[in-house]
Nanobody, 124 residues
Framework: QVQLVESGGGLVQAGGSLRLSCAAS????????MGWFRQAPGKEREYVAA????????YYADSVKGRFTISRDDAKNTVYLQMSTLKPEDTAVYYC?????????????????WGKGTLVTVSS
């Protein structure tokens, strides 16, 4: 069993930055790919970014490419999402997830453990 806890969300002005953290417990996540997803009010959950098990490869949704950076620190069993040049449309609850399936990185059904999320609000 793995528990994932997100933190770092909050209110920020457009153009600002935030760093989200996802702390894992219960088992080391160093052998697993990890991902970030988000869900805006009234919308479906959408893929944001993912990182492979070694950290050598990262993947991003087009909407955040060049603005967000995913990283991992396996010594701390933690994954991060550095968000820059934030826009009001980035407002959402952000979730981290552990990938259990060998399928693609952008489909939520390939992830088996999820955190409860952290709210990011970007004001204009």
């Amino acid at each position: 069993q793995v528990q994932l806890v997100e933190s770092g969300g909050g209110l920020v002005q457009a153009g600002g930055s935030l760093r989200l953290s996802c702390a894992a417990s219960g088992r080391p996540v160093s052998n697993y790919a990890m991902g970030w997803f988000r869900q805006a009010p009234g919308k479906e959950r959408e893929y944001v970014a993912a990182i492979n098990w070694s950290g050598s490869n990262t993947y991003y949704a087009d909407s955040v490419k060049g603005r967000f950076t995913i990283s991992r620190d396996d010594a701390k069993n933690t994954v991060y999402l550095q968000m820059s040049t934030l826009k009001p449309e980035d407002t959402a609850v952000y979730y981290c997830a552990l990938k259990l399936s060998s399928g693609n990185y952008y489909s939520a059904h390939n992830y088996g453990y999820w955190g409860k999320g952290t709210l990011v609000t970007v004001s204009s």
